[in-house]
Nanobody
């Protein structure tokens, strides 16, 4: 099993920044990716960003490109999401997830095998 623990959410004004962290523990994988998704009230869960663990390839949703940065720290099995220039429409619960057999970044939630509990991000206008 894999445990994912997210942290770093909170309330911020529009234009501000937050950094989310997700620490993974449990079984290890030879080729996987870690991603961030978000779900706003009344909306479906949507892809935000992901990174492959082997070579660090990154992929972003168009809505966050240029504002969010995903990174990883291999020794700590931790992935980060630096969120800058936040907008009210970024308000959502943010989830960390692991795609256990990833040869490339995938953007659909169904491709991911393990999920964290989520952390709330609220951006006020």
């Amino acid at each position: 099993q894999v445990q994912l623990v997210e942290s770093g959410g909170g309330l911020v004004q529009a234009g501000g920044s937050l950094r989310l962290s997700c620490a993974a523990s449990g079984r290890t994988f030879s080729r996987h990716a870690m991603g961030w998704f978000r779900q706003a009230i009344g909306k479906e869960r949507e892809f935000v960003a992901a990174i492959t663990w082997s070579d660090g390839s990154r992929y972003y949703a168009d809505s966050v490109k240029g504002r969010f940065t995903i990174s990883r720290e291999n020794g700590k099995n931790t992935v980060y999401l630096q969120m800058n220039s936040l907008k009210p429409e970024d308000t959502a619960v943010y989830y960390c997830a692991v795609d256990a057999f990833a040869y490339t970044v995938r953007v659909t939630p169904s491709a991911y095998d393990y999920w964290g509990q989520g952390t709330q991000v609220t951006v006020s206008s």
